[in-house]
């Protein structure tokens, strides 16, 4: 009797051990699906999911049967994964149980199409092939760095993905002078007049240059390029400056991060590697697409002049401000004069004073580059901002002469580290020049509440007067402007006598309220 329950035993854990080893390879569950001779097996999930956007170009591609899967049928020839140009990608094949696995030998290509298939040679435990041959479409994720290198530009370029049409859509902004351009640019590039991402506006008591667009003018730009929600920009140029700013405005609107390149090293990477072309660009079918269709107005990136007096007076908790214009003894920084120029005409002139808001840091901005204009590693910047006293703990208001060198750091801290950071376009330019010093030539009344050559916001005060001339803050200096000499001779712009600023303006933050309007908010 005892034998023959030994013997009973056996044979059920013999068939338990046998019902497990089935199909193909052991499974994760312990009750695996098994198929009756001559029902066919069907695929019943897949990951990534079909037509869906966004895969991660280093995960594994998985297919779900549903009956555990002969292993000896699931290989390179049965499970398939090509790219939109008809390329098999590198990887292995695996299975385990009732899940089929690709595993990609090297990352798939960023912003890529992909077919994954599984043929009817793929047959279940029962011999049964597949019911029909299964096909799994799916776009990878772009770059989860908004700083791409020239290889993986010439990839989309090579994809078709530039200036091309879908999901996929890929768009290169050169933001240059026209001269610069056509004597050599990346193949598929399209013109971005560095002029078109500027504009005067006003803030606080008087019209600054250099401003973040308005929604109008920032509409314009991107139905001029065809740009709509789907579209992945990469900025370049040839100065640096200009395609950090351009990143700056773009996510200013709205504009997801994961959507905004940075081309590292800019044309000249490019042209180390490939050269530059002449070739005109096609011309790009404009969109319709308006930034009031982004999910918000991100005024959390912009420092207007209110916020920035908050700032520097020390209203603000977990704040600290970097002036990126030169280092701590050098420049308008260190009081300097002659270190920062009027921005209106007559040229010439200088700011009233030089000098740095209270509290700030200085880390001059071509440090954070190297001689081909790559930024250097995430380690190394963030060691250069650890010696001045930044790190992501606080949110950093960056700041220079007119929000254009500041717009680098602001790469730098939200592209590259992502930190905390708000730019402050209105910038020296702006806050230099609020001043009631007549003598010095100051133009606002006395008790304005917008001076900013006080104790409580600024430090290193030197006023230019002494030795340089002055530009006269006026209401709209584009309009009308004047300079004050060195010997008190006024000097204008043209024919004209320009307003003096509003010294009693009840907004420092027009900007933000315009667009903000503008977006409906």
């Known amino acids: 009797m005892v034998?023959?329950?030994?013997?009973?035993?056996?044979?059920?854990?013999?068939?338990?051990?046998?019902?497990?080893?089935?199909?193909?390879?052991?499974?994760?569950?312990?009750?695996?699906?098994?198929?009756?001779?001559?029902?066919?097996?069907?695929?019943?999930?897949?990951?990534?999911?079909?037509?869906?956007?966004?895969?991660?170009?280093?995960?594994?591609?998985?297919?779900t049967f549903s009956t555990a899967m002969d292993t000896s049928t699931i290989n390179g020839s049965t499970f398939i994964v090509k790219d939109a140009g008809n390329q098999a990608a590198s990887g292995t094949v695996s299975c385990s149980g009732t899940t089929a696995t690709f595993t990609p030998s090297t990352n798939l290509d960023y912003l890529m199409p992909y077919t994954a298939t599984i043929t009817t040679g793929a047959k279940d435990a029962a011999g049964n092939p597949l019911a029909a041959g299964y096909t799994l479409h799916f776009t990878t994720a772009s770059t989860s760095s908004p700083l791409i290198d020239a290889a993986v530009l010439k990839d989309w370029i090579d994809?078709?993905?530039?200036?091309?049409?879908?999901?996929?859509?890929?768009?290169?902004?050169?933001?240059?002078?026209?001269?610069?351009?056509?004597?050599?640019?990346?193949?598929?590039?399209?013109?971005?007049?560095?002029a078109d991402i500027y504009q005067n506006r006003q803030e606080g008591p008087a019209v600054d240059v250099n401003m973040v667009l308005d929604g109008p003018h920032m509409d314009a730009l991107v139905q001029k390029y065809g740009i709509d929600n789907n579209t992945t920009i990469v900025f370049t140029t040839s100065s640096i400056l200009n395609a950090t700013r351009a990143y700056w405005t773009f996510r200013y609107w709205g504009f997801p991060k994961d959507k905004l390149k940075v081309l590292n090293g800019f044309n000249i990477a490019w042209s180390t590697v490939y050269g530059l072309s002449t070739t005109a660009s096609p011309p790009v079918t404009p969109s319709s697409y308006s930034v009031k269709s982004n999910a918000s107005l991100r005024a959390d990136l912009r420092a207007s002049l209110s916020e920035m007096m908050s700032v520097a007076s020390g209203s603000v908790s977990n704040a600290v401000i970097l002036d990126s214009r030169s280092t701590s003894t050098s420049g308008s920084y260190a009081g300097t004069p002659g270190s920062t120029a009027g921005v209106f005409s007559p040229s010439g002139d200088y700011v009233v004073f030089e000098g740095h808001m209270k509290g700030a840091k200085a880390l001059d901005y071509t440090t954070m580059y190297d001689s081909t204009l790559q930024f250097k590693s995430p380690d190394v910047l963030t060691a250069m901002l650890a010696a001045v006293g930044i790190d992501g703990t606080k949110t950093t208001y960056t700041h220079c002469r007119t929000g254009v060198i500041a717009s680098l750091s602001f790469f730098v801290l939200d592209a590259i580290l992502d930190w905390p950071v708000e730019d402050y376009d209105g910038s020296w330019s702006q806050w230099g020049q609020l001043s009631a010093d007549l003598a010095n030539g100051g133009m606002l009344a006395a008790d304005s509440p917008w001076r900013t050559d006080i104790p409580a916001l600024s430090e290193g005060v030197v006023y230019n007067h002494a030795t340089k001339a002055v530009e006269e803050l006026a209401l709209d200096g584009g309009v009308c402007s004047s300079t004050l000499s060195i010997t008190n001779v006024i000097t204008y712009s043209s024919s004209c006598t320009p307003s003096a600023p509003d010294s009693y303006a009840s907004s420092g933050n027009q900007v933000e309220e315009a667009d903000a309007a503008y977006m409906g908010h």
């Open 3 to 63: 034998k023959k329950n030994v013997l009973i035993s056996f044979l059920f854990i013999l068939g338990a051990i046998l019902l497990t080893l089935a199909g193909c390879g052991s499974s994760s569950s312990s009750t695996p699906n098994t198929a009756a001779p001559g029902t066919a097996p069907t695929v019943v999930a897949a990951t990534p999911a079909p037509d869906s956007n966004g895969a991660t170009p280093t995960a594994p591609i998985t297919v």
């Open 159 to 194: 994809d078709g993905l530039v200036n091309g049409a879908g999901n996929t859509r890929v768009v290169i902004l050169d933001v240059n002078s026209q001269a610069t351009y056509s004597a050599g640019h990346i193949p598929g590039a399209q013109f971005v007049n560095s």
